[in-house]
């Protein structure tokens, strides 16, 4: 929810109110003394040791535990790893490790048999794709006549009599393309 900001008081009610003022030796004093006491309650929060039957098998345990208890363990592990690393034990370095590039979530190894398991989806996708491919192409019409290669001939000729495109293309003179023609001669009794 949005909450307004306070409004600035009246310049009367300002005028009546006691002005207080630090001086800048006792702001420093102050700052040091708040520093001071965030380092020591870090220090006094991070300073013992996480007990080893917590980190013993944290490989094995990792995946079974609740989300809940993972996030407990990492952040008092992240807390531990704020002091001097010299001070944590081995058992702190591995499973702090190994919770932060082990292969767990979405680093997780495959399966056994994944690889063929997608190798066998992705051949029967094609496999029914082929199959509704040809089903398709067995119900189509046949081809129209302009997709003959004598139409195609005789539209060729049309643009040589149209002079058409005479400097490049087919009416120019020792043009050795194609032309038009694009398809196979016409399959006897297709006709119509």
């Given at each position: ?13 300002s ?17 040091l003394?708040?520093r ?35 996030a ?6 992240r ?22 590039f ?34 398709i ?56």
């Amino acid at each position: 929810m949005l909450r307004s900001l306070p409004r600035a008081t009246s310049s009367t009610s300002s005028l009546l109110s006691p002005i207080v003022r630090r001086s800048p030796s006792s702001l420093q004093t102050s700052s040091l003394y708040s520093r001071d006491t965030q380092r020591q309650q870090t220090r006094s929060a991070s300073a013992h040791a996480i007990s080893n039957p917590t980190l013993a098998g944290i490989e094995k345990r990792w995946e079974g535990m609740p989300p809940q208890d993972q996030a407990e363990l990492w952040m008092a592990l992240r807390d531990r790893m704020k002091v001097d690393w010299h001070e944590l034990t081995t058992q702190e370095k591995k499973a702090a490790y190994w919770i932060a590039f082990g292969p767990h979530g979405p680093r997780a190894l495959d399966p056994p048999g994944e690889g063929k398991t997608v190798f066998l989806y992705t051949t029967i996708g094609i496999a029914i794709s082929f199959v509704i491919f040809v089903a398709i192409r067995s119900m189509a019409r046949d081809p129209p006549k302009t997709m003959t290669k004598e139409y195609q001939e005789m539209t060729n000729e049309y643009l040589r009599n149209q002079n058409t495109e005479p400097i490049s293309g087919l009416s120019s003179e020792g043009y050795k393309g194609k032309g038009q023609v694009q398809s196979k001669p016409a399959v006897k009794g297709l006709d119509s």
